[in-house]
């Protein structure tokens, strides 16, 4: 069983950064393959970034590419998301998730809210 915690979110004005933290128990995030998704209110939620399993290939969704990077730390069994140049669009609520074969386990979530 993997637990998921996310952390980092808040309010930021338009232009601005947060990273988000997902800190992983239970097991060795290695193993996984993991991502980043988010949900904002009257919509479904959507694949923000993913990192792979082996070689920490990564991939972005459209609206992201050039603004967020999503990283692992393996040592601290970490799963980050850096967002540089925030919109208002990206107001939403961030969860992380970890995937091996049909498991996948999410988080709780971390609410991100960009307005001036």
């Known amino acids: 069983q993997v637990h998921l915690v996310e952390s980092g979110g808040g309010l930021v004005q338009p232009e601005g950064s947060l990273r988000l933290s997902c800190v992983a128990s239970g097991a060795d995030i290695s193993r996984y393959a993991m991502g980043w998704y988010r949900q904002a209110p009257g919509k479904e939620r959507e694949l923000v970034a993913t990192?792979?399993?082996?070689?920490?290939?990564?991939n972005y969704a459209d609206f992201v590419k050039g603004r967020f990077t999503i990283s692992r730390d393996r040592i601290g069994n970490t799963l980050y998301l850096e967002m540089n140049s925030l919109k208002p669009e990206d107001t939403a609520l961030y969860y992380c998730d970890a995937r091996l074969g049909i498991q996948q386990y999410w988080g709780q979530g971390t609410q991100v809210t960009v307005s001036s």
């Open positions: 990192i792979a399993r082996q070689h920490d290939s990564t």
